[in-house]
C-alpha cells in the first residue's frame, strides 16, 4: 500500500508493544493482564517484548532472553541467575561510556552464549 508505519503506532506498528523500562518488564513477567489489557499474541500475533537499555535492568535482561529461548515456568531463566547479573553489568558498561542505542539481539545473543551457555546448548 506503500503506507509508512511508525514502529510504535498503536496495535500495528513493529514495537508498539515494546518496553524499555525493566519495571513494566517485571511487571509482565508477573501478571501481563496488568499491562495488556487483552492478549495482544492471541488477537494480533504481537506478543509483549522489551528492548534491554539501560532502563531494562535484569528483569527486562531475563525478559529478553525467556522470549527469545521459548523459556516459560519452572524452564524461565530467573532474574537472579549470576549471568544475567553479569549481562546487566555488561549493559551499563556501555551505557556509562554513552551508549545510545538499545543493545541488539546480535549483541544479547553473543552474551548469552558467554554467561547463560547451558541455555544455548
Same mark, same amino acid.
Given at each position: 500500500?506503500?503506507?509508512?508505519i511508525?514502529?510504535?503506532?498503536?496495535?500495528?506498528?513493529?514495537?508498539?508493544?515494546?518496553?524499555?523500562a525493566?519495571?513494566?518488564?517485571?511487571?509482565?513477567?508477573?501478571?501481563?493482564?496488568?499491562?495488556?489489557?487483552?492478549?495482544?499474541?492471541?488477537?494480533?500475533?504481537?506478543?509483549?517484548?522489551?528492548?534491554?537499555?539501560?532502563?531494562? &535492568? +535484569? *528483569?527486562? $535482561?531475563?525478559? /529478553?532472553?525467556?522470549?527469545?529461548?521459548?523459556?516459560e515456568?519452572?524452564? !524461565? @531463566?530467573?532474574?537472579?541467575?549470576? &549471568? +544475567? *547479573?553479569? $549481562?546487566?553489568? /555488561?549493559?551499563?558498561?556501555?551505557?556509562?561510556?554513552?551508549?545510545?542505542? !538499545? @543493545?541488539?539481539?546480535?549483541?544479547?545473543?553473543?552474551?548469552?552464549?558467554?554467561?547463560?551457555?547451558?541455555?544455548?546448548?
Open positions: 500500500m506503500g503506507v509508512d511508525p514502529n510504535n503506532y498503536p496495535f500495528v506498528g513493529r514495537d508498539f508493544n515494546v518496553t524499555r525493566g519495571i513494566h518488564a517485571d511487571g509482565c513477567i508477573k501478571n501481563e493482564e496488568i499491562y495488556n489489557i487483552f492478549d495482544t499474541t492471541k488477537i494480533l500475533n504481537k506478543p509483549y517484548g522489551v528492548a534491554v537499555t539501560d532502563k531494562s &535492568g +535484569v *528483569a527486562g $535482561i531475563a525478559l /529478553w532472553y525467556n522470549q527469545y529461548l521459548g523459556l515456568g519452572e524452564k !524461565a @531463566i530467573d532474574k537472579k541467575h549470576p &549471568g +544475567v *547479573a553479569e $549481562i546487566y553489568k /555488561w549493559v551499563m558498561e556501555q551505557y556509562d561510556q554513552k551508549r545510545t542505542t !538499545a @543493545i541488539s539481539p546480535e549483541e544479547l545473543i553473543e552474551l548469552g552464549k558467554k554467561h547463560l551457555g547451558d541455555y544455548f546448548k
